[in-house]
């Protein structure tokens, strides 16, 4: 004779006891809600990254993380929102921490196939960029005084000014006037 389908309560009470087979039913009835969930929200961008099956064991590692007190719900709709709610914010964090955050940001990769005559023509175009920098830098310090091409080179370096000044022996305005003195002299050439 079949078995009744056991009642919403005493699968509660079993899974807040630790139960064998309680966790097993409850990720069949409830697994499906939570991946959908869970590939709804996911972005496109990190669809290709993240496998949803992961969210989904997160969630539950979340849910049977919590003290048994915590499992008590009425019905099985307030259960279903429960971890529709995790789910949401296990995918939330992952965007955010994806998309949001410059570090991870998963826009801003690149697939090889759409960069390969990118990186090429790059590194190209690398040798010229730096023969020119180094034409500009000589201009720059050719026929300066010796104090100016020490400020120059110090700067350039990436000194901060008062570091520089302290440096050199000149004092910080010296170089703000210098350097005005330069730029102005750049762009009326």
């Known amino acids: 004779m079949p078995q009744a389908p056991e009642t919403f309560e005493c699968l509660m009470e079993r899974v807040r006891n630790h139960s064998d087979g309680a966790a097993r039913l409850l990720l069949e009835r409830y697994g499906e809600h939570i991946l959908r969930i869970i590939r709804c929200r996911l972005n496109k961008k990190l669809r290709p990254k993240f496998d949803s099956v992961d969210f989904v064991q997160a969630v539950w590692a979340s849910f049977f993380g919590l003290p048994p ?4 719900f009425d019905h099985p709709e307030a259960l279903g929102a429960f971890l529709a709610r995790l789910a949401n914010n296990k995918v939330v964090d992952v965007v955010r ?3 949001q955050s410059e ?3 998963a826009s801003r990769e690149l697939s090889m196939n759409d960069t390969g005559e990118n990186i090429a023509m790059a590194r190209a175009a690398a040798p010229d960029i730096i023969a020119m920098a180094r034409e500009e830098w000589d201009n720059l310090v050719r026929g300066q005084p010796e104090v100016y091409r020490d400020i120059i ?33 750049r762009s009326d050439e």
Do not use: H
């Not at 007190?69 to 008590?72: D, G, T």
């Not at 570091?163 to 210098?178: F, H, L, P, Y």
């Open 69 to 72: 007190e915590r499992i008590a």
């Open 103 to 105: 570090k991870y940001d």
């Open 153 to 185: 080179v110090c700067l350039g370096e990436g000194t901060p000014q008062n570091q520089a000044a302290k440096m050199i022996g000149v004092s910080e305005r010296t170089i703000s006037r210098i350097m005005r003195r330069l730029k102005a002299q």
């Open 97 to 99: 921490k994806r998309l």
